[in-house]
């Protein structure tokens, strides 16, 4: 090899110019189970047969992740502090997903410090014999959602999709390069 410092570089050179670092892409988790209950909202929400929701930050305070409960479900949402009619739910279809039971960690897809989309693994049951609650087990997913502004982001991925979590990382990415 004639020259092995300029192929180093010039191969340093491809990986620093690879998109995603051109992008910027950073990720942040937030951890559910260390965010804390509105328990403001105990009286409220006993009243209507559900327990007070946990309301979590996300990264840069725009954003805010809030889980509430029905009798037998529970449900997840993002949305925004300075637009409250900016609501992304976190789960598909009732038919495809009648009970779900969600993972602790929800992943922030961001560009410049600034979160365009979520990432968040969700199990889905059928109801149980008698319709009150969690029966079989049906799938499990990452649901893809983009943030304002990403709203084409939206994708389900199959947690037995090989390598599912960098498929769903890849999908948020690609709708920011796609803008």
Known sequence: MRHPFAFVLSSLCLVLASPARAQD????????????????????????????????????????????????????????????????????????????SYGDKLEWRMKGGKPFAVIQRLTCHALNENGTGPGKRLASYLIVKGLKGYGAIDAVVNTKTKDANEKARSIADEGLRGR
Not at 53 to 62: D, E, L, R
Not at 75 to 94: A, C, G, N
């Open 25 to 100: 892409i950073t990720f942040a988790f937030t951890d559910l189970k260390n965010c804390p209950r509105d328990t403001s909202m105990d009286k409220d929400a006993e009243e209507e047969g559900g327990d007070a929701p946990i309301i979590c930050p996300g990264p840069g305070g725009g954003y805010t992740v809030t889980e509430y409960y029905s009798a037998y479900d529970i449900y997840r949402r993002i949305s925004l502090k300075d637009d409250t009619s900016f609501d992304v739910s976190l789960r598909p279809t009732k038919e495809d997903c009648p009970v779900g």
